[in-house]
């Protein structure tokens, strides 16, 4: 059974990321298993890894070309974040999961976002 969320917000290019690096790595047909590893100051954090397949996973967004699986505590800290492709000078490229609502920290300069 498919929970829906309607609160996460998806970009296009990471869609597409995604869907070239699923490509890239012989992953076609794959997913992706998005996990909560706990809070910073700006929010909540998250891993990612490819998923064969659903497993016993209770959650799941269906995407253009495949889909987030994920648990319910990570459902729980996903729900007000926007998944993103961002390009970075000092960090690279790659995806980005964030809680548009953090407000930042004082201990990290103020520069958590």
Do not use: W
């Amino acid at each position: 059974m498919t929970t829906p969320i309607t609160m996460v917000t998806i970009d296009d290019k990471a869609v597409d990321f995604i869907n070239d690096l699923l490509a890239k790595n012989g992953k076609e047909g794959y997913g992706i298993k998005i996990y909560f590893s706990g809070m910073a100051c700006s929010g909540p954090q998250f891993g990612m890894s490819f998923a064969q397949d659903k497993g016993d996973l209770p959650n799941e967004i269906a995407v253009k070309g495949f889909s987030f699986y994920f648990d319910d505590e990570t459902k729980e800290a996903l729900e007000p974040c926007v998944i993103e492709y961002v390009e970075d000078p000092n960090f690279g490229n790659g995806l980005a999961i964030r809680d548009p609502n953090a407000k930042g920290c004082s201990s990290c300069g103020g520069g958590c976002h």
